[in-house]
């Protein structure tokens, strides 16, 4: 009885906490639900109807709807960058694909990029055989899988002790270290995921929770996270948040001075995800899908618990059961791995198809073939590709209503669909999505195609990167900076 009632006021001193916090954050966000997304109205009226100079290091909104040149500046610069992992090109998590996507394109930039990683001696890392402007620094994981602190700072050390020292350094996370990370003015952090966001999901699945399961205590300490991150989250100089939901925490949340956070959202590949009606029926038709199915459904990513599938599962199954109508007029294409995959083709091979991973120019291929994509995560964190893919081929979303999502991706209902995370909500928004139809998906998914390309591509995300870089580089003994870079002039047609 002690036991249950110590653990039942833990759990309330945890609500007053998260009340405490929310304090900070509804207010704001009250305010830009009635706007175009974060601050988009706002954005709009700063970027097209004042002449006047912006110091982007004041810039409160994301950079990508800034507009950068194409060529590559006269200033090339050598960058360090710190990632636990360096990815293979076809298999990469969402932090790896987002290291891998913006170096890849800073390299072929002209930029001289060294690359501090981990690799285990079974393991062999890409070759980039055309990029003689690409190093890698390889180094023995730790036992928990992370970058060996001590190995990669002398590897770093020495680097830059030669002719040329390091104009920027980049880590994504916690790559480099807040040990290592102190009176580095030069060094920005790319955050895919923070712990103030995860309390949300931790919420949801506790509210998930089967009630024969007993209670968890990541809420409590999940907030005990939050404290460790506000404080050592100072010791890095520049924040990159990849939603506004992020940069807006980092902010208010963590204190973090506004001129050391920088919103720069996702991108993804534009040259692979792009509409190809024609790929996309060859896929259907290699699947020999029946023409009775006259909507089709995409869902890909990891197939685990946290990304939302059992709720899919579940809505899926209720609808099959309850409606014969929608069960014969509607297909389920799944791809990825995990789980939760076999549990899928419980709901039968005519219903649902359970494709496995596929390689990126595979994954382009499947998401025209699909009429609408379904992200059905509980993962209140980062900016998710899969969302990005399917909006640069042209397709309408499905999603969690999640900050991140509602904030930066699906900003109106011209883009898609959300939902809280029931199984009662997700069946409504399937029903509201069969009862649109094909026409109303097309319409919705030039609109997402159409501000994707605005936001959401590599070349985007890339040039607002190196704007950045270039900013905060300058002369880091003197610590000044290139102030020229760090001021834009709004362009006007």
């Known amino acids: 009885m002690a036991k249950d009632q110590a653990s039942f006021f833990s759990f309330r001193s945890c609500c007053y906490i998260l009340v405490f916090f929310s304090a900070f954050s509804s207010i704001p966000l009250l305010y830009w639900s009635y706007s175009f997304g974060y601050g988009y109205s706002y954005i709009q009226m700063t970027v097209n109807n004042e002449n006047k100079p912006i110091n982007l290091l004041r810039f409160s909104k994301a950079w990508n709807h800034l507009v950068f040149s194409s060529k590559p500046p006269q200033r090339l610069l050598k960058i360090a960058l710190f990632v636990k992992k360096w990815p293979d090109e076809q298999h990469a998590g969402g932090l790896e694909r987002h290291a891998l996507t913006l170096h890849l394109a800073l390299a072929k930039r002209g930029?001289?990029?060294?690359?501090?990683?981990?690799?285990?001696?079974?393991?062999?890392?890409?070759?980039?055989?055309?990029?003689?402007?690409?190093?890698?620094?390889?180094?023995?994981?730790?036992?928990?899988?992370?970058?060996?602190?001590?190995?990669?700072?002398?590897?770093?050390?020495?680097?830059?002790?030669?002719?040329?020292?390091?104009?920027?350094?980049?880590?994504?996370?916690?790559?480099?270290?807040?040990?290592?990370?102190?009176?580095?003015?030069?060094?920005?952090v790319s955050w895919h995921g923070i712990a103030y966001e995860t309390i949300h999901s931790d919420i949801i699945q506790e509210l998930l929770r089967n009630t024969?399961?007993?209670?968890?205590?990541?809420?409590?300490?999940?907030?005990?996270?939050?404290?460790?991150?506000?404080?050592?989250?100072?010791?890095?100089?520049?924040?990159?948040?990849?939603?506004?939901?992020?940069?807006?925490?980092?902010?208010?949340?963590?204190?973090?001075?506004?001129?050391?956070?920088?919103?720069?959202?996702?991108?993804?590949?534009?040259?692979?995800?792009?509409?190809?009606?024609?790929?996309?029926?060859?896929?259907?038709?290699?699947?020999?899908?029946?023409?009775?199915?006259?909507?089709?459904?995409?869902?890909?990513?990891?197939?685990?618990?946290?990304?939302?599938?059992?709720?899919?599962?579940?809505?899926?199954?209720q609808i099959f059961n309850e409606n014969s109508t929608f069960r014969d007029s509607v297909i389920v294409l799944v791809a990825g791995n995990g789980p939760w995959g076999a549990r899928y083709k419980d709901l039968g091979s005519t219903n649902v198809m359970v494709l496995g991973p596929l390689e990126q120019?595979?994954?382009?291929?499947?998401?025209?073939?699909?009429?609408?994509?379904?992200?059905?995560?509980?993962?209140?964190?980062?900016?998710?590709?899969?969302?990005?893919?399917?909006?640069?081929?042209?397709?309408?979303?499905?999603?969690?209503?999640?900050?991140?999502?509602?904030?930066?991706?699906?900003?109106?209902?011209?883009?898609?669909?959300?939902?809280?995370?029931?199984?009662?909500?997700?069946?409504?928004?399937?029903?509201?999505?069969?009862?649109?139809?094909?026409?109303?998906?097309?319409?919705k998914g030039r609109f997402a195609r159409e501000r994707g390309l605005k936001l959401f591509t590599a070349t985007k995300m890339a040039a607002a990167y190196e704007r950045l870089f270039l900013c905060i580089s300058g002369d880091v003994k003197q610590g000044k900076k290139h102030d020229n870079y760090c001021s834009y002039q709004p362009q006007f047609n």
């Open 111 to 188: 930029h001289e990029l060294h690359i501090f990683t981990a690799s285990s001696y079974n393991s062999t890392l890409p070759l980039y055989p055309l990029m003689r402007n690409l190093r890698f620094h390889i180094s023995r994981p730790t036992a928990g899988g992370y970058l060996d602190q001590a190995v990669v700072w002398k590897q770093f050390q020495v680097e830059n002790a030669t002719q040329r020292p390091f104009d920027v350094i980049h880590t994504e996370s916690v790559g480099l270290r807040h040990t290592r990370s102190n009176n580095l003015n030069n060094l920005a």
């Open 212 to 317: 024969k399961d007993p209670r968890s205590n990541a809420l409590t300490e999940r907030v005990k996270k939050v404290v460790d991150e506000v404080k050592f989250f100072q010791s890095y100089a520049h924040h990159i948040a990849t939603s506004d939901h992020a940069g807006d925490v980092l902010k208010r949340i963590y204190m973090i001075p506004e001129e050391r956070v920088h919103v720069i959202l996702n991108g993804v590949n534009e040259e692979i995800f792009k509409p190809d009606v024609s790929k996309g029926n060859d896929f259907r038709l290699n699947l020999s899908i029946p023409k009775s199915k006259s909507l089709i459904l995409g869902l890909a990513g990891r197939l685990v618990k946290d990304k939302g599938h059992p709720l899919m599962f579940e809505a899926l199954k």
């Open 361 to 443: 120019a595979q994954l382009a291929t499947f998401y025209n073939a699909i009429d609408v994509f379904i992200n059905p995560t509980l993962r209140a964190q980062g900016l998710d590709h899969t969302l990005l893919e399917a909006i640069l081929t042209g397709k309408p979303l499905i999603a969690t209503k999640l900050a991140s999502i509602t904030g930066s991706i699906i900003v109106s209902k011209e883009m898609g669909y959300t939902y809280a995370p029931t199984v009662g909500e997700l069946k409504k928004v399937l029903y509201e999505v069969w009862d649109d139809g094909k026409e109303i998906l097309k319409q």
